[in-house]
Each structure stands twice: as structure tokens, then as C-alpha cells.
């Protein structure tokens, strides 16, 4: 079902996504991509360019940790002000998703 979403809709809540990943626990940015890629059919490339941006706006911050199958990865945990934001844009998410629902005539139960 991911694949006929269209892209503009999944870029919309590719940060959304990321935080709530990162609030589930730790990660490197080829794990994040995976899992974005299975839920939304999201593409790795996009990842990166993200997790630079989430850092620099101090959302996320990173560590370097060995890899039991190869070089260290560097990982990305959430930050404070990333945990924060992870709040409001759900709480800005809920509220989107049910204005639009109202407009569709969606009820849930």
C-alpha cells in the first residue's frame, strides 16, 4: 500500500517518522532507511541529506559505536529539544489527520 503514496505526502512526514523511530531507541541512518523504506516505501537516499538537518537543528545527536560485522556506525539518538518536537508534531499530526478525516467523512470507533 506504501508504494502509491505519493512522494510529496511521504517527505511531508519523513522527520515525524525519523523522530518516532528514534524515540523506540538508538540507530544509524541505513537501519532508519530500512525501516522507512518497509512502513512508506520511502527511499534511503533521502535519509541522509534528514539526519544531517535533524542534527544541526540539535533535534538529534550522534555517536560512533563498533560494529560486531564490519567498521563502527555512527549512530543517532534523540535529543531533548528532539523529544519536544516529537511531541508537538504529533500532537499537530493528530489534529491535521482528523480535520482531514472530518473532511473525508472517516469516523473511527
Given at each position: 500500500?506504501?508504494?502509491?503514496?505519493p512522494s510529496q505526502l511521504k517527505k511531508g512526514v519523513l522527520e515525524l517518522c525519523v523522530l518516532a523511530l528514534l524515540?523506540?531507541?538508538?540507530?544509524?541512518?541505513y537501519d532508519l532507511?530500512?525501516?522507512?523504506?518497509?512502513?512508506v516505501d520511502m527511499g534511503e537516499g533521502t535519509i541522509y541529506p534528514l539526519?544531517?538537518?535533524?542534527?544541526?537543528?540539535?533535534?538529534v545527536d550522534?555517536?560512533?559505536q563498533e560494529s560486531e560485522s564490519g567498521p563502527s556506525r555512527k549512530y543517532y539518538r534523540l535529543t531533548e529539544a528532539?523529544?519536544?518536537?516529537?511531541?508537538?508534531?504529533?500532537?499537530?499530526?493528530?489534529r491535521f489527520t482528523a480535520s482531514?478525516?472530518?473532511?473525508?467523512?472517516?469516523?473511527?470507533?
Open positions: 500500500m506504501a508504494d502509491h503514496i524515540a523506540q531507541g538508538d540507530s544509524y541512518a532507511a530500512r525501516n522507512l523504506a518497509q512502513a539526519m544531517r538537518r535533524l542534527q544541526t537543528d540539535g533535534l550522534s555517536y560512533q528532539g523529544l519536544l518536537s516529537l511531541t508537538a508534531q504529533k500532537q499537530d499530526w493528530q482531514v478525516n472530518s473532511i473525508l467523512g472517516v469516523t473511527h470507533e
